[in-house]
C-alpha cells in the first residue's frame, strides 16, 4: 500500500546531516526493516524512538520515516512536510487518521512499498533537484549525421558549464567512445548494466563512466552483446537523468522495447533529415514508430538541398515542428579526428546551431 496526501517539497535548508532521512519507532522489527531499505539506498539515517529532543533533527531532516508505533508520541510535534507514516497492517483504517495526526504526506505499508520507499529514500540522499534536459537523437535515414550531432551537442553543453552525458543507444553504430577518440578509455560501458534493475544511484552511474572531452559517456563495447533489458535500459537513463544538467541520447532508427524505455524518458527529439526526397520519404517512416511514444518531436534538416527543397518544405512535409537548418562543415565530411570531436572548437556553423538550439531547450524545459 502506499497513498499521498499532497503537500510541497519538504524544506531543504536547516541543521542536521544533509541528506540524512530520520527514523522515528520504537518497534525493532521496522526499524530494521527500515535501516535495511535506507543502506539499499545508499543512506544513513538518523534514529529516534521519539519525537526528537533536538528540534532541528525533526524540521531539518530532508524525510522523515515514522513508525506507525510512533504516530502518537508525535501529535504535539511541530508541523513540517515530507513525512511519511509507516506500518504494516494493510486492514488498519485508523492509520489515515493517524496521519492526519501528525501531518503526514505519505501513508506506506511494507512490505508492498519498499520499492517506492526506497527511491524516495535515495532522491534525498542524492539531493535530487530538477532533471536533466533529455534530448534523443535520430537519423532519418542511415548516414543523416544523427551521431555526428548527438556528439556535438553532448560537447557544447560541456563546454558551457553544464553536467553532461552523452548515451550511445545504438548499439549497432561502432561506439561514440570512438567518434570521441575514448575507446581504450577506463570506464563501463552498455554491457555493464545488463542485469540492473529499481534503482540505480545517480553519482555512482556517472562515476563509473569514461569521461572524455569534460562529459560522461556511456557507449558499448566491442564484445557480442547487443542488447540490454528493458528494465535496465529504464533504471539507468533514469539515474542519468536525475543529476540534471543535459543528458544527449544517439538513437537507431529502429523502435525496440529497449528504445521504446528511452523514448519515454525524453523531453524532446530530433529527427535529423537530409534535404532530398528520398531521405523524407525514410523519416516519416521514422516520425511514424517513433512518434507513438515521444511527443515532442522535431525535425533538424541538413543540406545540401535538393531543387524544390528548403527547411521549412522538408518540416512541412513530414508534418513536424523546425528545430533548424543543421550546417555542413566541410571538417565533418572528413573522418572523424579523435582528438577534436564534432563541435569541440566552439567556433563554426555546426557549435552555433548546438548552442542556440540548448539555449532555447533550457528555456523550454524551466518554463514547463
Partial sequence: MNASITHDPPPASGGGR????????????????????????????????????????????????????????LRGAVRRTGVVLVGRDQDDSGVWRRAVEIGADHVLMLPDGEQWLVDRIADVAEGVGRPALTVGVIGGRGGAGASTLACALAVTSAREGLRTLLVDADPLGGGLDVVLGGETAKGLRWPAFAASRGRVGGGALEESLPELHSLRVLSWDRGDCLAVPPPAVRAVLAAARRGGGTVVVDLPRRVDDGVAEVLAQLDLGLLVVPAELRAVAAAGRVASAVGMVLRDLRVAVRGPYAPGLDDREVSRLLGLPLAGDVPVEPALQRPYDPGRPPGASGRGPLARFCKEFLERALVEARTV
Fill in 18 to 73: 544533509q541528506g540524512a532521512p530520520l527514523i522515528v519507532t520504537e518497534d525493532a522489527g521496522l526499524l530494521d526493516d527500515l535501516l535495511r531499505l535506507c543502506a539499499a539506498a545508499g543512506a544513513t539515517p538518523e534514529v529516534h524512538h521519539g519525537a526528537p529532543g533536538d528540534r532541528g533533527s525533526w524540521e531539518a531532516a530532508p524525510l522523515v520515516l515514522v513508525g506507525d508505533d510512533a504516530a502518537r508520541r
